[in-house]
């Protein structure tokens, strides 16, 4: 059995916290100069923020996701019984 993961952020930036309209600077991801800017001020393109949030969590989630059927340790690699490896 497999699962997938998937993540999607939408941001609201209607506010006018997010929008410089007097200056355009680069965005802190290096994705071109933007009159965007984050919940902090600093520049940025909303989609890289949504990208960025989006792979976050997405890492927490993979961290989170765990089969029951195996511990902890064994999540990444499933071991071969010794019989089978012969």
């Given at each position: 059995?497999?699962?997938?993961?998937?993540?999607?952020?939408?941001?609201?930036?209607?506010?006018?916290?997010?929008?410089?309209?007097?200056?355009?600077?680069?965005?802190?991801?290096?994705?071109?100069?933007?009159?965007?800017?984050d919940g902090s001020?600093?520049?940025?393109?909303?989609?890289?923020?949504?990208?960025?949030?989006?792979?976050?969590?997405?890492?927490?989630?993979?961290?989170?996701?765990?089969?029951?059927?195996?511990?902890?340790?064994?999540?990444c690699y499933r071991?071969?019984?010794?019989?089978?490896?012969?």
């Open positions: 059995m497999t699962a997938a993961l998937i993540v999607r952020v939408r941001l609201d930036w209607t506010g006018p916290g997010h929008y410089d309209p007097d200056h355009s600077r680069p965005c802190r991801f290096g994705d071109g100069s933007t009159k965007m800017r001020g600093r520049p940025c393109h909303q989609q890289c923020a949504e990208d960025e949030i989006a792979r976050e969590l997405y890492g927490r989630g993979q961290k989170l996701i765990a089969d029951e059927r195996f511990g902890v340790a064994q999540q071991r071969v019984p010794k019989e089978a490896a012969r």
